[in-house]
């Protein structure tokens, strides 16, 4: 018996309920589902996790659900396209959110609650709402579900919040009831791995940065300096981390610069191969573990150190595993890490409060004083009113002096005008990066010593030669 057009939307509409007993062959669509799912993940894991981040497997998974739809309903016509994506959507895709989730140019999503979704780009953000957006509580709810498990997690009334991962890095947290209330059905919030790497020139085109900057930055990280990358969410921390590693992996002439990476999920998109010198990237991946049998970044950091690698990259730090960084940054290790924090002399009591959670029984001023040294240098990268993001300040921690931190803000982002349109919104903020402060002596004489010409120190800090005759 041919199943038909309007015959299988029904059981759509009817939330996946089987067609009317009358009909001889009782058509379920819940039991096509689940038969053609428990196929696919056992024999094709890795198409159905590739699915929501490349097309090209999301095509390829299409196939093979109707390769087993056919085997299933052998002797019977039915609407194959419209089947083939009714159980793609159920299986691996994200309903009304895969077109935003499939498009480069999207940087957020985020649901509060099942009536409103806010789909963030660039320059913009647009509204989902009323029709547009879930249209039940339990349609939203039931969206998150399948969004977390595709990270391996669970979200029922046991585990009501979750911190998990949908394809190949795209992070995801949501919340669903008893956290929230039963009427909003979810809240949730989905931040995007970016599929491009951002050049030079784009950091420079668009103003984030000055290109000094960019060149004293890439000078620290190619010659023994660490840098803190600290700025809210959303402000590109990121991006400018897989900026200065895909410089370090170009620049880097060393014989030892294999970095080791370590992240919650991959999200660093960075070179393989360095085209330009004819060599591969030496980067070693890896990721943390969630219960049960975690594996934590503080774990990973310890265990990076057997790996003799030139470049630490705990990608975001969160928890003691900050103190961990903070030691090996200072037993000859480059750290580049990334964290909140409001501006850059806070981000230094920001990786004291982490590094208290380590339980180490050091006094905040200690830690302050080892968190000084592993991390010289520090950026605060910010996202301004009017959606940009600029490198604010570049600062040089020199030392701490009866608790408090001493230092120079080296580079900073002058707001000179905030201009508004016609109802009092910020269309454009008016600026420019501005050199204030020069290295100390003994940065001058690292970057020196490890190999930086004097003449490139020179031209970044002209004053530095005096700062350092000074000194000594």
Known sequence: MSITSTEFLSVVQATNSPLPESQADKFSYVRLLDIVRAVIAEKHSNELASALDSPEAAKTLKALILKYCVQELAGREFEQEALVEKIYQDMAGLGILTEYLHDPNVEEVNINGYGLIEITYPDHVRYLCNDEAFPTPEAALDMAKRMVRMGGMLLDNQTPRVDSYIGGGTRISAMIPPAVPPECGLIASIRKQSRSS?????????????????????????????IGLSGSTGSGKTTDQAFLLNEYIRRNEDYNNRVFVIEDSRELNLLSYDTANGRPARVLHTTTKPAPNPITMLDLIVGSLRFNPS????????????????????????????????????AYKRLVSMCVTAQTGLSDERLLEICAGAWPVMVFKKQLRDNSRKYMEIFEATGVDNGKLI????????????????????????????????????????????????????????DAARKERDYE
Request: net charge negative; proline share 3%.
């Open 198 to 226: 951002i050049t030079r020139a784009q950091l420079l085109d668009s103003g984030s940065a000055t290109a000094e900057m960019l060149d004293f930055l890439t000078l620290c990280l190619c010659n023994g300096i660490s």
């Open 311 to 346: 470049l630490i990259v705990p990608a975001e730090v969160r928890d003691g595993a900050a103190y961990q960084a903070a030691i090996a940054g200072q037993t000859g290790h480059t750290i580049l890490t990334a964290f909140h924090s409001d501006n850059a002399r806070d």
């Open 407 to 462: 230092g120079s803000t080296l580079f900073k982002f002058v707001i000179m005008e905030t201009e508004r349109d016609g109802h009092g919104k910020v269309v454009k903020v008016h600026g420019e990066h501005r050199r204030t402060g020069c290295i100390s002596p003994v940065l001058f004489s690292r970057l020196r010593d490890n190999g930086v010409p004097e003449t490139e120190l020179l031209r970044l800090f002209p």
